[in-house]
């Protein structure tokens, strides 16, 4: 076993467990945000982890573009599927208010004039 199958090892590894936390944090969270969160954030740098190992051990072969693509197009797409699952849970009201900070999409909370006495 030479370094560069370690290196893969501990990339497909480490990417692997990474997406297994995320499959847990989807599966135990309380609410839509919080599994959101566990299920784009760990799993995301999980998959990249588990792609640049697998791109490792393919060196020189024609597949590794299409792994290249593939973390491409997770990472831009990834965002927006968050984004848009968010902005849908608090819209339907899906929401635990007793977990949020500050609630930036209140109405009330972006209009001073509605908010004063």
């Known amino acids: 076993m030479n370094g560069l199958d370690i290196v893969t090892s501990v990339l497909i590894l480490s990417g692997s467990a990474l997406a297994l936390t995320a499959a847990i944090g989807v599966v135990r969270f309380p609410d839509t945000l919080s599994r959101m969160h566990a299920a784009t954030k760990p799993q995301v740098l999980g998959l990249l982890l ?68």
Do not use: C, K
């Not at 792994?67 to 848009?84: E, Y």
């Not at 699952?85 to 609630?103: C, F, K, M, S």
């Open 50 to 117: 588990v792609l640049a190992g697998a791109a490792i051990r393919l060196r020189g072969h024609s597949d590794v573009g299409m792994l290249i693509l593939t973390g491409m197009f997770t990472l831009v797409t990834a965002p927006v599927i968050a984004n848009r699952v968010g902005q849908l849970a608090y819209r339907e009201h899906n929401v635990r208010e007793d977990l949020l900070t500050t609630d930036e999409m209140d109405d009330s909370a972006a209009d001073p004039e509605v908010s004063s006495p």
